[in-house]
Antibody
Framework: QVQLVQSGAEVKKPGASVKVSCKASGYTFTSYDINWVRQATGHGLEWIGWMNANSGNSGSAQKFQGRVTMTRDTSISTAYMELSSLRSEDTALYYC????????????WGQGTTVTVSS | QSVLTQPPSASGTPGQRVTISCSGSNSNIGGHTANWYQHLPGTAPKLLIY???QRPSGVPDRFSGSKSGTSASLAISGLQSEDEADYYCSAWDDSLSGQVFGGGTKLTVL
């Protein structure tokens, strides 16, 4: 079945970087964009950015520009999101999600990766 | 402060029809389509409505979406206890060159 499986929980110190992976299966990885969304405890969903899994082109929300890097390895159908200069406010549950064709709707989601930033 | 404005809470009794609103602007909903998600605690969000009023396969027709001008709405008819969840709207925003979400609406089934 179509699914996205993310890497496990991470604990990082302020100022460090974190790299979350998202492995796709059950569909042609390069045919769909991958988006990243996060949710801090007690807060709503926040869009981080997108990446074209075929070309590698990407874009991010203004607040993350300069801090987020989205890449992929097509040989293993895996997308990555790296966030640098971490601060406590980056503590959240991070999701990858597939963009449904012809819309910005996200139809398949990973299970989420908890990132905790703490000294 | 979210770019898309949703009421923080909504409620209804089983069998009732509930509507959740999502207010935006010309740079997002006014010029693009709206999507809706259902988010249950401990699970990943689920796409309920895309392109304003389209349902992905498997989503019951109790869920419907509409758009008028710079606002969108999600309607849930025949409310069931398992519909108790957080609901989010989203759309592309030209001013921000990115996707934006509403702040979410917590639906309680009384």
């Amino acid at each position: 079945q179509v699914q996205l499986v993310q890497s496990g929980a991470e604990v990082k110190k302020p100022g460090a970087s974190v790299k979350v992976s998202c492995k796709a299966s059950g569909y042609t990885f390069t045919s769909y964009d991958i988006n990243w969304v996060r949710q801090a405890t007690g807060h709503g969903l926040e869009w981080i950015g997108w990446m074209n899994a075929n070309s590698g082109n990407s874009g991010s929300a203004q607040k993350f520009q300069g801090r987020v890097t989205m890449t992929r390895d097509t040989s293993i159908s895996t997308a990555y999101m790296e966030l640098s200069s971490l601060r406590s406010e980056d503590t959240a549950l991070y999701y990858c999600a597939r963009k449904f064709r012809g819309t910005v709707g996200l139809d398949v989601w990973g299970q989420g990766t908890t990132v905790t930033v703490s000294s | 402060q979210s770019v898309l404005t949703q009421p923080p809470s909504a409620s209804g009794t089983p069998g009732q029809r509930v509507t959740i609103s999502c207010s935006g602007s010309n740079s997002n909903i006014g010029g693009h389509t709206a999507n809706w998600y259902q988010h249950l605690p401990g699970t990943a969000p689920k796409l309920l409505i895309y392109n304003n009023d389209q349902r992905p396969s498997g989503v019951p027709d109790r869920f419907s979406g509409s758009k008028s001008g710079t606002s969108a709405s999600l309607a849930i008819s025949g409310l069931q206890s398992e519909d108790e969840a957080d609901y989010y709207c989203s759309a592309w925003d030209d001013s921000l060159s990115g996707q934006v979400f509403g702040g979410g609406t917590k639906l309680t089934v009384l």
